[in-house]
């Protein structure tokens, strides 16, 4: 049974699908530069950073890039990704997120976002759902990607609370070891086969009670 007082949310895979249009933009990337970028490549993508994500891509297609067609590549990627995104309209939002929102704000419980997205806050945006959360952490704000904790450390620490009185909702392996790494519960959102670190793995956010949260 935790004292529960702060929830933090990562966003893309979790309260939004944008994995799929970071998958189309990176696949749009890889076929200019001659090859194929699949589905099952793209999960080695799903919570990482830009560059990070960029340099994963190019040893799947053998390709070697100096720092400044890199960060050419990089910029070229997000201004697809972008354009994908800036159609989003709440409709959006995965099913349960609202609601979970909802309740835990009822119970005054404080909510956060920590996405490594540079992106995020434009998605909070278009979605409308910027009034759900007292606290924002997103790729802007820091220096280390997830696995390190910096991200959830810093949502924690402006939320003005303790790691062990806050749950982490994760999709992606990378952000559930920031989660532990940083002290605190971890419920993954997918599938358990690999998210199995995870204190509670379920397959979205409309699969949860407050009382099942209390009881990690
Ligand atoms: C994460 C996504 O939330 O943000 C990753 O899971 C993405 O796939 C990363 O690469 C960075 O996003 P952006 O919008 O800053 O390129
Ligand atoms: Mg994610």
Not at 14 to 41: C, N, P, Q, S
Not at 104 to 125: C, Q, V
Request: with cysteine; glycine share 8%; proline share 4%.
């Amino acid at each position: 049974m935790m004292d529960l007082k702060g929830c933090i949310f990562d966003l893309d895979g979790v309260i939004v699908d944008t994995a799929k249009y970071h998958y189309m933009a990176w696949r749009r990337l890889a076929k200019e530069l001659g090859f194929v970028f699949t589905l099952e490549d793209n999960e080695a993508l799903k919570g990482v950073s830009r560059m990070a994500s960029l340099e994963i891509l190019l040893s799947k297609g053998n390709i070697h890039a100096t720092r400044q067609e890199k960060e050419e590549l990089a910029a070229r990627k997000n201004g697809w990704y972008v354009e994908f995104i800036s159609g989003m309209k709440p409709d959006e939002i995965l099913p349960g997120s609202v609601k979970l929102l909802r309740s835990l704000r009822k119970e005054g419980i404080l909510t956060a976002i920590g996405s490594a997205s540079k992106n995020a806050g434009t998605i909070i945006d278009k979605i409308n759902l910027r009034d759900m959360f007292d606290v924002i952490i997103d790729g802007n704000k820091i220096s280390k990607a997830k696995p390190d904790p910096e991200i959830f450390l810093r949502a924690v620490q402006e939320m003005k609370l303790s790691p062990p009185h806050c749950i982490v909702f994760e999709d992606a392996q990378a952000g559930i070891e920031a989660a532990i790494a940083g002290g605190m519960k971890c419920v993954g959102v997918g599938s358990p086969e690999l998210l199995g670190r995870a204190d509670l793995v379920i397959p979205g956010l409309n699969k949860i009670t407050l009382e099942q949260l209390r009881a990690l």
